[in-house]
């Protein structure tokens, strides 16, 4: 008996996100015809879908345009280069060596990349990991979920809602509440600034006309079936919040429950795959590029580092860049003030055309000099004011030609 | 009294519980005409909806006790049954694993224990033994005993099979309808509920943790309900890994302990907290307690520190002052008490059944048992068994963490007993029980369910709340 051959293609991206659509572009550009595109939903583009708002396209289109239009030009494009999408088909399990175990809507199937792209993205915390005490009513939802009733399906979960956190997608869940005529009653924010950059907070508070509550933590939810209120605190002690629903906006995780940590090793502080500067992960048949790298980036910057990525990947294929480094792979070493640091591994030597840069987290409010130490010299430092969830831009160029044993991110 | 022309069952069971459904289902196959009374929208929304799942042996019970008596016969009834009924059995096995001195040696008296209580296989494990078996296990142990016996079923499939068959054979399930008193008439209970009054010849109370309220409709309650709450955290399937046997505490006089068991489901749960309170509808987590409980697991697993929370959640067990089961039978009030059943419920409950078919022949006659009975297949949710997602033309995947197809949530809202609320949806299907808990699907379940549950998940923009 012989085993059927398991359809190989040049590269499988999985989830037809910005990432993986504008990644799938770029190789069908460079010339690598044999491309496949699965996601799970039953329809292309990602999560910009439902994000009703505007704000996206400026820099990869030439205009603003809101998230749905994005994502429609985005699989415009896909379908226009002749791209193929396989749509409602869930990768349920990956192997070494690029293979994957299907669900399709026809049955189970089996699937080989000679390169697979990752590029699942991320979601928002919900409310089990934040251990947030009380009852478990219907009416928690993370902003993603309400983008989804709201923007797709034309429904209303409640009619007045507290919005938990102050990050960028915390301002969406303000517009998409008052999109679908919903009350936002208060946003609330544990630390002692708004986490997102302006405007945000200027369009909740003289747009919306929201009250913004810093330094206000949640303590419990209410409520029997339905959500009833909403306990808070500040520094004058514990209240009640009248409320419908709650939201609990960011702290984005990447959606990478797929990845199997046995064939593609994982970063516990990203929770996305390890990956060196061209987005390879530690099975070199795999790269991951997108949020599920780094949580959580605009969809235009999700759209960019596709472009990139296939790049890397056109020229991996091409045999123009050895499957592993000729110096070998060299791990950055992360300041425990640090959440993550994306890329984690630096494939030696950096070659010198690239341009690139590490993408870091702080875990908390911070201030210091951070500085990238290869061996014992400063190649790049700056004072910094670092945030949670904003981004940490951290230069490699210094690293060209380079040849360290050691390299560090320090916060001093 | 009874509407005129209104039906006059021969039992009138209250409560939808995992023992209510299992006496239901007895007395249906003995040929009865039984009806179900749950105040909830659903079954399985008191008591039954948060347990630990697992199929005890009864090593460690009270020896010579009506619990431990119904938990061997429900186990033994549960792999009798299962089979026909589609439930799943995971073969886990436990070990009761000592952190301290003190607690190792308590451990050759609760294998003496689970010899007295017929549990003849449980046997003390070497710790080397323990660290080869649970290589994850903390170094810190300090003796072991193993269970083979106790292993993990679906405790929500289990009982809703249990109802399924009792609806083929001839029972009714009335949800929304609550009993709110009852008097004798000529022989007969007619009973005040929710959705109307209701003629029964005999009734059963199974309310558990209404036990003692429902129990004043007929007699001064010999037992007064105490909810114990004990809380749990669901760790993702990542974590499943990390254990092969449930590992339970050494038992204080209390409780059981805390215990870390993989589920049906692919994940690997911890808890329960045990807390006494009052309010008998709604337990509450606590942040705090959660996370101390994290900080437990992580002391018997290290790696756990390590994995993300699926999900957490609260269950109230019905504890009375009673440290037995409350079961009897008063022949001349034509009633029968089900009360105080704790976390072994779910085990027992076709025990139960079985006990209370015997009560009820010699306190109301012997029933005429169905010579071919009707079975029932309940929809698979259990990893280790083929799912629908992966069978060929499975359609739809709309839940993507557990992978539940728009043929399975369809299934859940039809047939004889469709999913009252979201709650019995989740538990029929475990759509958004994943780790991400609706944020991919909210949207397509609302518009799935749309005009079948009150309230609705979502109404359209246009509509009054």
């Not at chain 2, 001349?332 to 078919?357: C, F, K, N």
Request: net charge positive.
């Amino acid at each position: 008996m012989t085993r059927p051959a398991v359809e190989t293609r040049d590269v499988v991206v999985v989830g037809a996100g910005p990432t993986g659509l504008a990644a799938a572009l770029r190789l069908k550009a460079l010339g690598v015809a044999d491309v496949v595109v699965l996601d799970r939903e039953t329809e292309a583009g990602g999560i910009p879908r439902h994000c009703g708002h505007t704000g996206f396209g400026l820099r990869e289109f030439g205009r603003l345009m809101t998230g749905p239009a994005f994502a429609r030009r985005t699989v415009r494009d896909a379908a226009r280069a002749g791209i193929e999408l396989r749509l409602g088909t869930t990768v349920t399990a990956i192997a070494p060596d690029g293979r994957l175990a299907l669900a399709t809507p026809q049955g189970p199937a089996q699937l080989r990349g000679r390169r697979v792209l990752l590029a699942t993205g991320v979601r928002e915390t919900p409310r089990p990991p934040r251990l947030v005490s009380g009852t478990r009513p219907w009416g928690v939802l993370n902003t993603g979920a309400l983008q989804q009733l709201v923007y797709l399906k034309g429904l209303r979960p409640f009619a007045r809602a507290v919005v938990v956190g102050s990050e960028l997608v915390s301002f969406s869940a303000l517009l998409t509440l008052k999109a679908g005529g919903m009350r936002p009653v208060a946003m609330i924010e544990p630390g002692p600034r708004i986490t997102a950059r302006r405007p945000g907070d200027l369009v909740a508070r003289h747009l919306l006309g929201v009250p913004v509550l810093t330094g206000t933590r949640l303590v419990a939810i209410q409520g029997g079936a339905r959500v009833e209120g909403v306990v808070v605190e500040d520094r004058q002690g514990q209240r009640d919040i009248d409320c419908d629903g709650v939201i609990l906006t960011g702290r984005f995780l990447p959606e990478a429950a797929v990845v199997d940590r046995d064939v593609v090793e994982l970063d516990p502080g990203s929770g996305g795959p390890v990956i060196d500067q061209s987005w390879r992960c530690s099975d070199p048949s795999y790269y991951a590029c997108g949020n599920l790298v780094h949580p959580v980036e605009s969809a235009g910057r999700c759209y960019r580092e596709g472009l990139a990525a296939a790049q890397a990947i056109a020229a991996d294929l091409a045999g123009s860049t050895s499957p592993a480094a000729a110096d070998g792979m060299l791990r950055v070493e992360l300041d425990g003030a640090l959440r993550y640091l994306c890329p984690q591994v630096v494939a030696l030597p950096v070659a010198p055309p690239s341009r690139w840069a590490f993408n870091a987290r702080a875990a908390q409010e911070t201030r210091g000099r951070l500085a990238l130490l290869a061996d014992n010299a400063a190649i790049w430092s700056r004072r910094i004011h670092a945030l949670p969830e904003r981004r940490l831009t951290v230069p490699a160029d210094g690293l060209r030609g380079l040849r360290p044993r050691r390299l560090r991110l320090v916060l001093e | 009294m009874a509407s005129p022309g209104s039906q006059i069952y021969s039992v009138a069971v209250i409560g939808g519980g995992v023992v209510g459904c299992a006496v239901l289902r007895r007395l249906a196959l003995a040929g009865l005409r039984p009806v179900l009374l749950e105040r909830g929208p659903d079954i399985l929304g008191g008591a039954s909806k948060g347990n630990s799942a697992i199929l005890h042996t009864g090593f460690d019970a009270p020896p010579g006790g009506l619990e431990l008596a119904c938990m061997q016969r429900g186990y033994r009834a549960y792999l009798a049954v299962r089979e026909r009924l589609n439930l799943p059995l995971l073969e886990t096995s436990a070990l009761v694993v000592a952190w301290s001195a003190v607690q190792a040696a308590r451990l050759p008296e609760i294998v003496a224990k689970a010899q007295t209580n017929g549990v003849g296989d449980v046997r003390p494990m070497p710790l080397d033994e323990l660290f080869a078996r649970e290589p994850a296990l903390a170094r810190t142990a300090t003796g072991a005993v193993l269970v083979p016996g106790e292993h993990v079923i679906d405790p929500w499939s289990a009982p809703l099979a249990y109802a399924l068959q009792a609806l083929a054979n001839g029972a009714e399930i009335r949800r929304d309808c609550a009993v709110t008193d009852g008097r004798r008439v000529d022989g007969l209970w007619h009973l005040d509920t929710s959705r109307g009054p209701l003629a029964a010849a005999v009734v059963i109370n199974c309310a558990g943790l209404q036990g003692d309220l429902v129990e004043a409709i007929c007699r001064d309650s010999p037992f007064t309900v105490a909810p114990r709450k004990g809380q749990f955290v669901v760790f993702d399937k990542p974590a499943a890994r990390l254990l092969r046997s449930t590992i339970l505490a050494v038992p204080d006089a209390r409780t059981k302990g805390v215990l870390l068991a993989r589920t049906a489901f692919g994940n690997l749960l911890l808890g329960p907290t045990a807390e006494d309170q009052l309010d008998r509808e709604r337990a509450e987590v606590d942040g705090s307690v959660l996370a101390e409980l994290i900080a437990r697991g992580a002391g018997i697993v290290p790696a756990l520190a390590g994995e993300r929370v699926t999900a957490t959640f609260a269950g109230l067990r019905p504890a009375t002052q009673h440290t037995d089961y409350v079961i009897e039978a008063l022949p001349a009030e034509r009633w029968i008490t089900i009360g105080g059943i704790r976390s072994t419920g779910l085990t027992a409950a076709l025990g139960i059944a079985e006990h209370i078919a015997d009560l009820y022949g010699d306190s109301f006659g012997p029933a005429d048992e169905r010579p071919d009975p009707a079975w029932v297949q309940v929809p698979n949710l259990c990893e280790e068994r083929p799912r629908p997602y992966q069978s060929a033309d499975c359609g739809e995947i709309v839940c993507h963490c557990e992978w539940v197809t728009r043929g399975e949530i369809a299934a859940a809202l039809a047939g004889p007993l469709p999913a009252g609320d979201l709650g019995g949806l989740r538990r029929r299907t475990r759509c958004m029980l994943g780790r991400c808990q609706g944020f991919y699907c909210a949207g397509r379940v609302a518009e799935l369910t749309a005009g079948r549950f009150d309230p609705p998940l979502a109404r359209a923009r246009g509509d009054a709340a």
